[in-house]
C-alpha cells in the first residue's frame, strides 16, 4: 500500500512542477465555463426552468460539472496504450506491483492536485463572476464528495479499458478518442441527461456513463431528490463493481498474449 | 577559402531553475523559482580546415553536443562568432544546412514506416539534388557502404548497423563538403565499425570532405582522426595532434608480471632502485603491473631483475592507450585551462 | 515548386503508409464522424427546448456548424500540431528537422499531417447543403469564391492559434494543458456571438479569434447584412494571425535549447 501512496505522491509533486499549467488552467477554465453560461443563457431565453432546472441551477450545474471533471478527468488511457506501443509495458509486469492499480493511483494523484488547486480555487472564481448556487445543506456536500469519488472510479475503469484495448488493435488513438466523444456527450458534461428526448434517456440508464458528470453534477445542485439520490449513488457503486469484470479479463487475456508474442 | 569551421569565443548559458526538495519546497515553488545560469560552453575558439578529420572528445556533459549543434544552426549561440562554410549557421539556416551532413547516431534522419530508397527520393528532393548528380554520386555510396539490397526495406525492419549505414548514406546525398558525426558507431559491432571508417577515410579522400568526429569509442578517433579537440567543462582543453597527445601524456609501458607463487609489495619494491618504475597490483591473483618509462634499457632491466628474483610464468608489454591517456587527464585535472 | 514537390512526395508516402493500416484509418474516421454527430446531437437537444437563439433559428445554427466543419477538417488536416512539444522538443526530434534545408514548420505540417481529417469537409458540406435548403438560402456564381476564401480565413485562424501555441514550448518545455481546452474555447465560435457578453465576445473576435470560423463568415451566407464587415474581415483576420503565428514560430525556434538538457 505504501508504495501506491509514494506513487500519487510523486504525481502530485510532478503537476506541481508544470505552474504553466496551474495558471493558464484556471482561466481557460473560467473562460470556458463563462461561455457555457451565456449560451445557456441565450438557450434558456424568457423561459423560467428547462426540465426542472432553473438558469441559475443549468449554471451550477455546468460550472460543478467541468470543475468536478478537473478531478476525475485523466489521460491515462494514453499513456497506457503509449506504454505499450513503446513495449514498456513488458517491464512492468516484473515490477512487483499492479500495472493497472499504479495507473490508477497515478491518477488519484492528478486528480488530487487538480481539486485542490484548480477546482477549488476556480470553483470561487467563477462563482465570483457567474450567478452560483452553493447548498447550504451539509448532506449535499457530503454526497457530492462521494458521487464525484465514484466518478473518478468509474471514469479510470473506462480509460483503463481502452488503453488494455491497445493490445488488441495495432494504432488504438481512433478508439480513445471516440471514447472521449462518447463520455463528453452521455456522462452528461455538456447537457443535463434529463434534457434528451425519453427513449435515449432510457437507453443511458443503461449504460454507465451518466455515473461520471451527470450524478454528481446533479446533486450539487441539488436537482435530485433524496431517495434519487441513494438511487443514484448505488448506480454509480453497482458500475463500479460491474466494470471490474471486463477489465481484468481483459488483462489476463492481454497477459497471455505479450507471454507468447514476447511483446 | 582554407578555414571551413571558424569558431570565436563560442558560448552558450542556459536558464535552469533548480526546485526546492519536499511537498513545502514544490509549493514554494509554485509562487517563485529559484533560476540560475549554467553555461554549457565557454567562450570556446578553434578553426578547422578543409579536408581535416576531426575528433571532437569529451565527457557527457562537456559541452560536446551543445557546439555541435551551435555549429549546426540548431542552436542559437548566447555570444562569440561561428563561421561554417563561409556562413553564419543559425542566421542562414536553410541555406547552411544544405551546405552540411549530419548524422546523429542516437536519432534517426529516415522515415521510420517508408522504404529506404523512398526515404533517399524525398531527401533528394528536399536538397533539390538533380538527377545526374543523384545517379554519379549515390550509386558510389550505396555501393561502397553495401546497401542497395536493404533499399526496398522499411527503416524499422533494418538492424541497427544496417540503419546507421543507411543513415550515413543519406547524410552524404547531397554531397556536403563538410559533415558532422554524432556517436555514427554506437552500439554497433567490429566489423560494421570497420566498414564505416573504411567509406568515411575513402569520402575524405575522394572529395576533400571534412569530418567532424564525436565519440565515445576512442578507436574510431585513433583509426581515423589525425586532430582532436578535447572539451571538459565547456572548455577546450586539447587541440592538437593525436599523436602529440600520445606522446606528452602517454609515454610510458606497462609490463604485466605473473608470477608463480604470492609476492608482496615489499618485495617486489627494492627490484625497482633507481629506476623510474612504479609498481602496481592487478585485479587478478599474483599479478603486477610495472609502469615503466618508455626506454629500452629501463624495460630490459626490469625484466631482467624481476626474472632474476622471482619465477615467472607469464608476461606482457601493453602501450598505454588512448583511452587511458584520456582517463588520466580527466583525473588528474586541468592546469590553467590547458594541459601540455 | 520545391515546396509542392515535397509536399505531394509526402502525401503520397501518407498514403502508402496509411493504406497498409486500413482499420485504424477507418476507426479514425468513424471517429471524426462520430465528434461531429455529438455537437449536432447537442444542438438538437438544446432546439428540443427552445424556438430561437436570441434570434437565430435552429437551421441557421446547424447551418453555422456545418460551415465551420469544412475549415476545422483542413486545419485538422495540416495544422492540428497538438503533440509538438512531447515529440519535437522533449523527444528532440526537432534537432533533426533544423538539419534540414526546408522551412521547420512546413517539415512538421508535413510529418504530422492527417488527410483523413479531410473527410469532414464532406460532413460539413452536407450539412451546410441540409440546412440550406430548409431555410431556402439562394446562391450567386459567386458565392462559391467567397466561401473558398473565407474558409481559407477560417483555417488560417485556427492554425495561427495552434501555431502560437505550439511555439510556446521553445520557451517553456512543460507541458501544458492549454491545448485540449484550446479545442472546447473553439466550438463558442459556432454560436452567435451575440449571446455572450463583451469580454468574451471581444476574446472570440479579437485574441482567440474563434468568431470567424464559425459565426461571422456564415453571417454572409445566412444574409445577415448587420454582421458583414465581420464577415468580409474572416480572410484578413486569418492571415493575419497565420503570418503572425510564423513570425512568433520563427523567434522561437532562435530560442529552441535542444532536448536533454
Known amino acids: 500500500m505504501a508504495k501506491y501512496i509514494e506513487m500519487i505522491r510523486i504525481r502530485f509533486l510532478m503537476m506541481l512542477a508544470y505552474r504553466t499549467n496551474y495558471y493558464s488552467g484556471i482561466l481557460i477554465y473560467s473562460i470556458n465555463i463563462g461561455a457555457y453560461y451565456f449560451l445557456w443563457s441565450a438557450i434558456y431565453g424568457d423561459k423560467g426552468e428547462i426540465e426542472g432546472l432553473s438558469v441559475i441551477q443549468m449554471t451550477t450545474y455546468i460550472a460543478v460539472a467541468w470543475m468536478a471533471r478537473a478531478f476525475y478527468f485523466n489521460n491515462i488511457d494514453r499513456e497506457i496504450a503509449q506504454e505499450i506501443k513503446e513495449g514498456k509495458v513488458a517491464v512492468e509486469f516484473i515490477r512487483p506491483y499492479h500495472y493497472l492499480t499504479m495507473k490508477t493511483m497515478q491518477g488519484l494523484g492528478e486528480g488530487i492536485f487538480r481539486l485542490g488547486f484548480f477546482s477549488v480555487p476556480g470553483m470561487i472564481i467563477v462563482s465570483l463572476i457567474f450567478p452560483i448556487n452553493f447548498s447550504a445543506a451539509l448532506s449535499t456536500w457530503l454526497f457530492f464528495m462521494v458521487s464525484i469519488i465514484f466518478s473518478f472510479i468509474v471514469n479510470t475503469q473506462i480509460n483503463l479499458l481502452t488503453g488494455v484495448m491497445t493490445f488488441f488493435f495495432f494504432n488504438n488513438d481512433g478508439l480513445i478518442r471516440a471514447k472521449r466523444v462518447v463520455i463528453d456527450l452521455f456522462s452528461g458534461l455538456l447537457l443535463p441527461i434529463s434534457f434528451y428526448p425519453v427513449w435515449a434517456q432510457s437507453v443511458m440508464d443503461f449504460l454507465p456513463f451518466k455515473a461520471i458528470s451527470y450524478i454528481p453534477s446533479m446533486i450539487f445542485t441539488d436537482g435530485f431528490s433524496r431517495n434519487e439520490v441513494w438511487d443514484a449513488l448505488l448506480f454509480q457503486f453497482v458500475w463500479a463493481l460491474i466494470l471490474i469484470i471486463p477489465i481484468q479479463v481483459l488483462w489476463i487475456i492481454a497477459k497471455r498474449q505479450l507471454i507468447v508474442q514476447g511483446g | 577559402m582554407d578555414q571551413v569551421i571558424q569558431v570565436k569565443d563560442l558560448r552558450k548559458d542556459f536558464k535552469s531553475h533548480s526546485s526546492r526538495p519536499g511537498l513545502k519546497g514544490a509549493f514554494r515553488d509554485l509562487f517563485n523559482r529559484n533560476y540560475s545560469i549554467i553555461s554549457a560552453v565557454k567562450d570556446i575558439s578553434f578553426e578547422v580546415k578543409q579536408g581535416e578529420m576531426v575528433g571532437y572528445i569529451g565527457e557527457n556533459g562537456a559541452g560536446k553536443s551543445t557546439s555541435i549543434k551551435m555549429l549546426t544552426g540548431i542552436l542559437t549561440p548566447t555570444d562569440g562568432t561561428v563561421t561554417v562554410n563561409g556562413m553564419n549557421p543559425h542566421k542562414e539556416r536553410e541555406k547552411f544546412v544544405s551546405s552540411i551532413g549530419v548524422v546523429f547516431g542516437q536519432r534517426s534522419q529516415l522515415w521510420w514506416d517508408i522504404a529506404v530508397q523512398e526515404s533517399f527520393k524525398l531527401l533528394k528532393k528536399v536538397y533539390n539534388v538533380s538527377d545526374e548528380d543523384y ?46 558525426l554524432d556517436e555514427p558507431t554506437i552500439g554497433l559491432d567490429v566489423l560494421v565499425k570497420l566498414k564505416i571508417r573504411n567509406f568515411l577515410k575513402e569520402i575524405n579522400e575522394k572529395y576533400k570532405t571534412t569530418i567532424l568526429l564525436t565519440t565515445h569509442d576512442l578507436t574510431d578517433i585513433e583509426a581515423l582522426c589525425e586532430r582532436v579537440i578535447m572539451l571538459d567543462e565547456g572548455q577546450i582543453i586539447y587541440d592538437g595532434k593525436l599523436a602529440n597527445l600520445r606522446s606528452n601524456w602517454g609515454e610510458g609501458k606497462q609490463i604485466e608480471f605473473q608470477f608463480a607463487e604470492e609476492v608482496t609489495k615489499d618485495e617486489l619494491s627494492p627490484l625497482m632502485k633507481e629506476l623510474d618504475a612504479e609498481w602496481t597490483a592487478s585485479e587478478r591473483k599474483n599479478v603486477w603491473v610495472a609502469n615503466v618509462v618508455n626506454e629500452e634499457h629501463v624495460i630490459s632491466e626490469v625484466i631482467g631483475r624481476v626474472v632474476a628474483a622471482h619465477r615467472i610464468t607469464d608476461v606482457k608489454i601493453h602501450e598505454i592507450s588512448t583511452e587511458e ?6 583525473e588528474e585535472g586541468v592546469v590553467d585551462g590547458k594541459i601540455y | 515548386m520545391k515546396h509542392a ?56 445554427i446547424i447551418f453555422i456548424y456545418g460551415f465551420f466543419l469544412v475549415p476545422f477538417a483542413i486545419f485538422g488536416a495540416f495544422f492540428n500540431i497538438w503533440d509538438f512539444n512531447e515529440r519535437y522538443i522533449v523527444k528532440g526530434e526537432m534537432d533533426r528537422i533544423l538539419t534540414r534545408p526546408v522551412h521547420s514548420l512546413f517539415q512538421i505540417i508535413l510529418e504530422r499531417m492527417e488527410l483523413e481529417s479531410l473527410f469532414g469537409m464532406i460532413t460539413g458540406i452536407a450539412v451546410m447543403v441540409y440546412a440550406g435548403m430548409r431555410l431556402d438560402l439562394s446562391i450567386s456564381w459567386y458565392d462559391p469564391f467567397i466561401f473558398i476564401l473565407m474558409v481559407i480565413g477560417g483555417a488560417f485562424v485556427y492554425a495561427g492559434i495552434f501555431v502560437m501555441l505550439a511555439s510556446i514550448s521553445f520557451w517553456s518545455d512543460s507541458r501544458t494543458s492549454i491545448i485540449p481546452m484550446m479545442y472546447n474555447i473553439g466550438n463558442y465560435g459556432r454560436y452567435p456571438v451575440d449571446i455572450y457578453n463583451k469580454v468574451i465576445r471581444f476574446i472570440l473576435t479579437w485574441i482567440l479569434p474563434f468568431a470567424f470560423v464559425g459565426v461571422y463568415p456564415s453571417a454572409y ?41
Request: charged share 15%; glycine share 6%; net charge neutral.
Open chain 3, 5 to 60: 514537390a515535397i509536399f505531394f512526395h509526402y502525401v503520397s508516402q501518407y498514403m502508402k503508409t496509411r493504406l497498409t493500416y486500413r482499420v485504424d484509418m477507418l476507426m479514425e474516421i468513424m471517429s471524426d464522424l462520430l465528434f461531429q454527430a455529438v455537437n449536432l446531437v447537442f444542438i438538437l437537444v438544446v432546439f428540443g427546448h427552445t424556438q430561437f437563439l436570441s434570434g437565430w433559428s435552429r437551421d441557421e
Open chain 2, 135 to 180: 545517379e554519379a554520386h549515390m550509386t558510389h555510396v550505396i555501393d561502397s557502404l553495401d546497401i542497395g539490397p536493404l533499399l526496398d526495406k522499411p527503416v524499422r525492419k533494418l538492424s541497427l548497423g544496417q540503419r546507421m549505414r543507411c543513415e550515413l548514406a543519406a547524410a552524404l546525398l547531397h554531397n556536403p563538403p563538410l559533415l558532422f
Open chain 2, 325 to 330: 591517456i584520456i582517463r588520466n587527464i580527466y
Open chain 3, 221 to 261: 451566407f445566412l444574409g445577415r447584412e448587420d454582421w458583414y464587415v465581420y464577415a468580409f474581415l474572416t480572410p484578413v483576420v486569418g492571415f493575419g494571425f497565420f503570418f503572425l503565428s510564423i513570425f512568433i514560430w520563427n523567434v522561437g525556434v532562435t530560442k529552441y535549447r535542444g532536448a536533454g538538457n
